[in-house]
């Protein structure tokens, strides 16, 4: 059974800076992880997503530039730091795991999520 759990969300104002982090039982050595989003009144949607050893990256193009996702050295805890935070950033962040996460955007292991809310 894989575990995910998230930390890091809260409060910020627009134009200022944010880190979530997840911490991922040890099954997920080899998976990918990601981040997922849903705000209220809307549908989740893919955040970002990095390869098992950390170096592939890919970003949605509304958070591309301002998101950066890592992977810490013991690759079951991930990472995203969120820089010039807009409104439409607010939204109950996921943090993911799963065997395409990359090239689908799909995931297979889903965390309970943590609020980021952006004022302006």
């Known amino acids: 059974q894989v575990q995910l759990v998230e930390s890091g969300g809260g409060l910020v104002q627009a134009g200022g800076s944010l880190r979530l982090s997840c911490s991922a039982s040890l099954r997920t050595f080899t998976l990918e992880l990601g981040w997922f989003r849903q705000a209220p009144g809307k549908e989740r949607e893919f955040v970002a997503a990095?390869?098992?050893?950390?170096?592939?990256?890919v970003y949605a193009d509304s958070v591309k530039g301002r998101f950066t996702i890592s992977r810490g050295n013991a690759k079951n805890t991930m990472y995203l730091q969120m820089s010039s935070l807009k409104p439409e950033d607010t939204a109950n962040y996921y943090c993911t795991a799963g065997v395409r996460l990359l090239a689908s955007r799909s995931a297979d292991y889903w965390g309970q999520g943590t609020q980021v809310t952006v004022s302006s």
């Open positions: 990095i390869g098992w050893s950390g170096i592939t990256t």
